[in-house]
């Protein structure tokens, strides 16, 4: 089993570029996870879901959408990215009763 | 307010030593879990424990222990016999109701040699 795995590990993109984080888990968890984690910030929840096609927000959810297509996959856009979106993303899934298993991070730089 | 407090920005310990970690936690919720993560200068994010609302007992993880002080809302990490590798960021988080978490922000733990 993978896990939890996260695609791109870096990307550096430019203010207004648009891109999309991918997040698959192979533990058929029901619930996922988006993070983002700041120096000094600990991490914050941008959104999270519960199952297939459905999505709901977190604590920081402005300039990022998702989707969950299918039950492994959960997708993290930036439409129109900002230097404020610098940061190292983190996706997690979790069966109801579980922990949260967490994938390696996604390292974002917006110039 | 916040959710997590952690107010412990840096640690030392010997090594073999013990070393408490302090995470305090607010919610209104009767329902919720605490959580310990470690994470290492590699970035990853490592479970180390959990605590339910109702248990009655604290949660024990090998060198870890939870002491977890329900009406001090208070969640502290207990680290036994230290060693090298468990130098790290340390974060405690809260699952409030079913979906939702809130990190702390994080205590960086040094051990010496």
């Known amino acids: 089993n993978a896990g939890v795995t996260q695609t791109p590990k870096f990307r550096v993109l430019k203010t207004g570029q648009s891109m999309t984080l991918l997040c698959a888990q192979d533990?058929?968890?029901?619930?996922m996870y988006w993070y983002r984690q700041d120096p000094g910030m600990g991490l914050r929840l941008i959104h999270y879901?519960?199952?297939?096609?459905?999505?709901a927000k977190g604590e920081v959810p402005d300039g990022y959408n998702v989707s969950r297509l299918k039950k492994q996959n959960f997708l993290l856009g930036l439409e129109s990215a900002a230097p404020s979106q610098t940061s190292v993303y983190f996706c997690?899934?979790?069966?109801?009763?579980?922990?949260?298993?967490f994938g390696p991070g996604t390292r974002l730089t917006v110039l | 307010a916040q959710k997590i407090t952690q107010t412990q920005p840096g640690m030392f310990v010997q090594e073999k030593e013990a070393v408490t970690l302090d995470c305090t936690y607010d919610?209104?919720?009767?329902?919720?879990?605490l959580f310990w993560y470690k994470q290492p200068s590699s970035g990853e994010m490592i479970f180390l424990i959990y605590?339910?609302?109702?248990?009655?007992q604290n949660a024990t993880e090998g060198r870890y222990s939870l002491n977890f002080q329900k009406a001090r809302k208070s969640a502290n990490l207990v680290i036994s016999a230290s060693q090298l590798g468990d130098s790290a960021m340390y974060f405690c988080?809260?699952?409030?109701?079913?979906?939702?978490?809130?990190f702390g922000t994080g205590t960086s733990l040094t051990v010496i040699p």
């Open positions: 997690a899934s979790r069966r109801p009763t579980d922990t949260q298993y």
């Open positions: 533990m058929n968890h029901e619930y």
């Open positions: 879901s519960v199952g297939e096609g459905t999505t």
């Open positions: 919610t209104s919720d009767p329902s919720y879990g």
């Open positions: 605590q339910g609302s109702y248990d009655q």
């Open positions: 988080a809260m699952r409030e109701g079913t979906f939702q978490f809130y």
